[in-house]
């Protein structure tokens, strides 16, 4: 059963029914699923949903889609929210957590939510081929539940993404196709292609519902600190899909009364590298400035977000912010992250900590609030953004003594950690 009436203008409110459509005829803005949040109140409640299977889906009746049961996606989402505690210490943050998709199933980010409800409502229209324009993490999961699901698949990315990344998505028998060019032209030319051929490009005319899978990581967060909503949310921006639906997945849970308190701030975090929503933010402006991106997080490296402009409305009426960070923070965060948690981020993970800790640093986020900094990505997909920034390992031949005196040195600190240097 669904719960969806209809799909509606952004900026308009003209009314459209469900199918693959994603702007606005008479003003060109983006189009937003609507519910009818009386009968999801009167047919579910918190208590229901917290007795379902460990999956995305078990939010269903506030996502997109007809079927009661889903095939496509039931392993993806309810990823852990870590108790940092090791981590907190380091840098004084008391009640800090991470919300982390880098272990999502089955492609290790975020981006298994949004494609697990995009693959099912391409199935649901009838579609046979799907496709996508990435930055790496959505080929990778577009590519695997399309495998999963039987569909033909078409992957678009810019040339130089990281090696896991591509053969992360051949691996599964999708077609790859890089392009010569940025994001920004890869997602110009598939907006060309979904007009000539048809296909369901998740991110372009699936858009309305693939967008709304995002929701279900800020559902994830509210249940899973029992109900209820942190104070602070720090999140990655590339497109800028994900951060204005946690916040709307956290309006939609206090519109059907099933949380009680809410205010949290919502904080985006940019590479300084690709940081066109972070200019506007400190300018105060509403215009989103395109830039040209050059930084080692290439998962959200997009210069001329689609969404900005909502991260933007999200963040200052949430009285959130943002900040920027450069590579070498985002590598720092990285090996900060891992040495105290044991989790390996991807460099948009990183990016995360490290606006965190300014945000810290700024006095916006106070050392006894609750913090949960949202890691998206894994790091074993950009093993590159790293490799110069660890140590070598040591190598010995296979004799007791040789390691005998490599240990008595390695005791002596003779040589430290570059983490620790
Ligand atoms: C896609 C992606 C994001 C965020 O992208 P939005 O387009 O802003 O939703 C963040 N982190 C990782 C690792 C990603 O792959
Ligand atoms: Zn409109």
């Known amino acids: 059963m669904s719960y969806v009436t209809g799909l509606k203008c952004r900026e308009c409110g003209r009314n459209y029914p469900i199918e693959p459509l994603h702007v606005c005829d008479n003003c060109f803005g983006p189009l937003e699923v609507v519910y009818d949040y009386q009968k999801v109140r009167s047919r579910v409640s918190p208590s229901k949903i917290s007795s379902r299977p460990h999956n995305l889906w078990r939010y269903r009746e506030l996502l997109p889609v007809d079927t009661d049961h889903p095939t496509v996606g039931l392993n993806s989402g309810f990823t852990p929210l870590v108790r940092a505690e090791r981590l907190g210490a380091e840098v004084g943050l008391k009640n800090l957590y991470i919300k982390d998709d880098s272990v999502n199933?089955?492609?290790?980010?975020?981006?298994d939510r949004v494609?697990?409800?995009?693959?099912?409502?391409?199935?649901e229209?009838?579609?046979?081929?799907?496709?996508c324009a990435s930055t790496g993490n959505l080929a990778t999961a577009v590519a695997a539940h399309a495998a999963h699901?039987?569909?033909?698949c078409y992957i678009f990315m810019p040339k130089g993404v990281e090696a896991g990344k591509i053969v992360g998505s051949s691996i599964y028998g999708a077609r790859v196709i890089t392009i010569?060019?940025?994001?920004?032209?890869?997602?110009?030319?598939?907006?060309?292609i979904a007009d000539k051929y048809g296909w369901a490009f998740v991110n372009i005319n699936l858009r309305p519902y693939y967008t709304e899978g995002a929701k279900t990581f800020g559902f994830e967060v509210a249940e899973q600190l029992g109900w209820r909503l942190p104070d602070h949310i720090v999140v990655p921006t590339a497109g800028g899909t994900i951060l204005p639906k946690?916040?709307?997945a956290f309006k939609e849970l206090k519109e059907l009364g099933w949380i009680s308190d809410g205010n949290f701030k919502i904080h985006s975090a940019q590479a300084a590298g690709s940081a066109p929503v972070i200019h506007a933010l400190h300018k105060g402006a509403d215009l989103i400035v395109p830039v040209k991106?050059?930084?080692?997080?290439?998962?959200?490296?997009?210069?001329?977000?689609?969404?900005?402009?909502?991260?933007?409305?999200?963040?200052?009426?949430?009285?959130?912010?943002?900040?920027?960070?450069?590579?070498?923070?985002?590598?720092e965060a990285m090996k900060l992250l891992a040495r105290t948690e044991g989790i390996f981020a991807e460099p948009a993970g990183g990016t995360t900590l490290a606006v965190t800790l300014k945000l810290f640093a700024q006095g916006r986020i106070k050392s006894d609030e609750l913090v949960v900094v949202a890691i998206t990505g894994n790091g074993y997909k950009t093993l590159e953004a790293v490799a110069?920034?660890?140590?070598?390992?040591?190598?010995?031949?296979a004799r007791l003594d040789e390691f005998d005196a490599l240990y008595a040195k390695l005791k002596n600190g003779k040589r430290a950690t570059a983490g620790a240097a």
């Open 105 to 111: 199933h089955p492609t290790l980010s975020y981006k």
């Open 115 to 123: 494609v697990a409800v995009a693959i099912t409502k391409a199935k």
């Open 125 to 131: 229209f009838g579609f046979t081929t799907v496709s």
């Open 149 to 152: 699901a039987g569909l033909e």
């Open 180 to 192: 010569e060019g940025n994001y920004d032209d890869v997602n110009r030319l598939c907006s060309e």
């Open 246 to 248: 946690i916040a709307k």
């Open 293 to 331: 991106p050059n930084t080692i997080a290439k998962s959200i490296a997009i210069g001329n977000p689609a969404d900005g402009y909502y991260v933007l409305r999200a963040v200052r009426e949430s009285g959130g912010w943002g900040e920027a960070v450069t590579d070498a923070e985002i590598v």
């Open 388 to 397: 110069n920034a660890v140590e070598d390992p040591c190598n010995i031949n």
